[in-house]
């Protein structure tokens, strides 16, 4: 389950990809279409978000931004591999 991390209220249009970027900030790209290549990325708010470790942030259908735990994939240890 995912849990708000900030209310940003951001408008979204179709056609466009919305992410969290590096500096912390919410931009959003053209989504590659039909043989199509996507676009530049492009700043939509300046926001400076800090993140956490072990967590997937990313821009909600409200347009605000929220996060879940990350779930890594891999195998489970057994008890013959903890010797």
Do not use: N
């Not at 997937?56 to 605000?64: A, I």
Request: hydrophobic content about 30%; glycine content about 14%; proline content about 0%.
């Amino acid at each position: 389950m995912a849990e708000k991390v900030q209310k940003v209220g951001i408008k979204r249009e179709s056609g466009y990809l919305y992410f969290i970027d590096k500096q912390g900030d919410i931009s959003k790209a053209s989504m590659a279409r039909g043989g199509k290549k996507g676009g530049k990325s492009l700043k939509v708010k300046k926001i400076g978000l800090k993140k956490e470790k072990g967590y997937l942030y990313f821009v909600d259908k409200v347009g605000d931004i929220s996060r879940s735990v990350m779930s890594r994939g891999g195998r489970t240890k057994s008890k013959k591999d903890k010797k």
